[in-house]
């Protein structure tokens, strides 16, 4: 199981992979682009996945937003940029919170979003801070989905919403001979992943309303063959780099692999992508 810290690990090793395989300088986005008809390139596919969860949680002008697990803060300053809304983006990497600082200030936004290094299963807000509590790719990282729903629960204003986006396997205790799953979850520092059944009756349990998923697994897949060829192409340079430098961190020495393992688990459909949508009730 990994901890905080090594989730920590995980994001600030490899956000130079980042930078180099997925225009994490341009688009800012660690997440998959969703291709909707009409979408017609990657860059598109990334905004329309930030699109899709701002429409979908009816963010507006009047509320304040949690961005739970904000990466480098591409969300977070889309939906500022967007709809003018104030936004606080959390992570648990340092380095994640210095790039989202220093772009709200290149994009003139200080005055609407705030990074802080934070865990989003153990905030220092008071409760019912916001209306909206937002996490796109991020809840999959916490081995125990309880903790993140019972703190977003609490967060949330009476009547606030919680927008999600995430991985989820497809079924319980599936057969999976090759562990195409596993070997990916340990690659990008997941411990495990739920079943979206599971998911949604832990957010029942815990008092969420109005629970509803929409299943995006399709419209991903283009994303997902994005992250494959790019681990074949840097299969070759990664272990060259390896055998060079034999002290390399775990995660630097295979995160490579990671795209590899996703789309081998995809194609054999191991785990699905949905959006949750859900309300605190009033």
């Given at each position: 199981m990994f901890t905080a810290k090594e989730i920590a690990d995980y994001y600030n090793t490899t956000q130079n992979h980042y930078q180099k395989w997925w225009k994490l300088n341009d688009n800012l986005s660690l997440h998959y682009g969703i291709w909707d008809e009409g979408i017609k390139?990657?860059?598109?596919?990334?905004?329309?996945?930030?699109?899709?969860?701002?429409?979908?949680?009816?963010?507006?002008?009047?509320?304040?937003?949690?961005?739970?697990?904000?990466?480098?803060?591409?969300?977070?300053?889309?939906?500022?940029?967007?709809?003018?809304?104030?936004?606080?983006?959390?992570?648990?990497?340092?380095?994640?919170?210095?790039?989202?600082?220093?772009?709200?200030?290149?994009?003139?936004?200080?005055?609407?979003?705030?990074?802080?290094?934070?865990?989003?299963?153990?905030?220092?807000?008071?409760?019912?801070?916001?209306?909206?509590?937002?996490?796109?790719?991020?809840?999959?990282?916490?081995?125990?989905?309880?903790?993140?729903?019972?703190?977003?629960?609490?967060?949330?204003?009476?009547?606030?919403?919680?927008?999600?986006?995430?991985?989820?396997?497809?079924?319980?205790?599936?057969?999976?001979?090759?562990?195409?799953?596993?070997?990916?979850?340990?690659?990008?520092?997941?411990?495990?992943?739920?079943?979206?059944?599971?998911f949604v009756k832990k957010l029942d349990a815990h008092g969420f309303i109005k629970i509803n998923t929409i299943n995006y697994t399709d419209k991903i897949e283009k994303s997902a063959r994005r992250m494959y060829y790019a681990s074949l192409l840097g299969a070759l340079p990664s272990e060259l780099y390896n055998l060079t430098h034999p002290r390399v961190s775990y995660f630097a020495k295979n995160h490579y692999k990671c795209g590899y393992y996703q789309y081998k688990a995809l194609k054999n459909n191991l785990w699905q992508y949905f959006v949750v949508m859900a309300e605190k009730g009033v």
């Open positions: 390139s990657f860059d598109e596919s990334l905004r329309n996945t930030n699109r899709i969860l701002m429409e979908l949680s009816g963010i507006t002008s009047a509320d304040k937003v949690l961005d739970a697990g904000c990466g480098v803060g591409g969300a977070a300053l889309f939906i500022a940029e967007t709809k003018n809304a104030r936004v606080t983006g959390i992570t648990l990497s340092e380095k994640q919170v210095e790039l989202a600082r220093q772009s709200a200030i290149h994009k003139n936004l200080t005055d609407k979003v705030a990074f802080e290094l934070m865990d989003y299963t153990h905030t220092s807000f008071a409760d019912e801070s916001f209306d909206v509590v937002w996490a796109c790719e991020s809840v999959s990282s916490v081995t125990d989905k309880n903790l993140f729903i019972k703190e977003a629960f609490r967060l949330l204003k009476k009547g606030g919403r919680l927008i999600l986006s995430d991985f989820f396997q497809s079924v319980e205790n599936q057969p999976d001979k090759h562990q195409w799953v596993k070997k990916w979850g340990a690659t990008w520092g997941i411990s495990n992943f739920d079943t979206q059944k599971a």
